[in-house]
């Protein structure tokens, strides 16, 4: 069972590099329009990562509303890719595996 409830299929894109986990809702919207180049009301989930790896935040629209997901680790980072292009995409499957700490990533 996949940890956020979002309806599949759902296309998932991934910040690659660092993102400040101090932007909320708007600030992270901003960077899916400009960096990652996609509309934050497409329905995609959008997931960024912190500076030390271990704290992740999804932005996803649910039809009425953004909603923000995170999740913390106490031990340990997240595995996150890092390419040229500043985005990645996944499968929900991956996307899943990714929070789990499966370390199975495209790059």
């Known amino acids: ?14 910040a690659c ?3 400040d986990m101090r932007k909320g809702f708007d600030g992270l919207a ?12 497409s329905g995609a989930l959008f997931a960024f ?6 704290l992740v935040k999804l932005l996803w629209f649910d039809g009425q509303g953004l909603c923000l ?9 997240f595995v996150w890719p890092v390419t ?4 990645v995409t996944l499968t929900p499957a991956q996307l899943s595996m990714l ?9």
Not at 69 to 77: A, M, P
Not at 99 to 107: A, V, Y
């Open 1 to 14: 069972m996949s940890p956020v409830p979002v309806p599949l299929p759902t296309r998932v894109f991934l």
């Open 17 to 19: 590099g660092v993102t």
């Open 30 to 41: 901003v960077l899916v329009q400009q960096a990652l180049a996609q509309n934050p009301h």
């Open 49 to 54: 990562r912190g500076k030390r790896g271990h």
């Open 69 to 77: 997901f995170s999740k913390r680790l106490e031990r340990g980072r």
């Open 84 to 87: 040229a292009t500043g985005t």
């Open 99 to 107: 929070l789990e700490g499966i370390d199975r990533s495209p790059c």
